[in-house]
């Protein structure tokens, strides 16, 4: 069964940065496209940022720029840097797999707040 481990949240003041890590298990890692989302308070879950099984990139365009995501496929693992954060980006944030979505983690808590 495939999961999903979100880690590195936290509280940040604006400005700052995070890196977020998604531990995944399973086979399928290699083979398909990654993505993070997130879910403020309120709001619906929304995606922003994913990357193929190629590496190539998009992004929502709230965080183009200050976002970056990536992946290391012999670690199962993708990541997000994030930098310039700013009050708003405050939410929980979740990966999963944008095309066959498994059971989703619990994610990690980021609070950009002064």
């Known amino acids: 069964q495939v999961q999903l481990v979100e880690s590195g949240g936290g509280l940040v003041q604006p400005g700052g940065s995070l890196r977020l890590s998604c531990a995944a298990s399973g086979s399928i890692f290699t083979f398909n496209a990654m993505g993070w989302y997130r879910q403020a308070p309120g709001k619906q879950r929304e995606l922003v940022a994913s990357i193929t099984s190629g590496g190539t990139t998009t992004y929502v365009d709230s965080v183009k720029g200050r976002f970056t995501i990536s992946r290391d496929n012999a670690k199962n693992t993708a990541y997000l840097q994030m930098n310039s954060l700013k009050p708003e980006d405050t939410a929980v944030y979740y990966c999963?797999?944008?095309?066959?979505?498994?059971?989703w983690g619990q994610g990690t808590q980021v609070t950009v707040s002064s």
């Open positions: 999963n797999y944008p095309f066959r979505p498994a059971v």
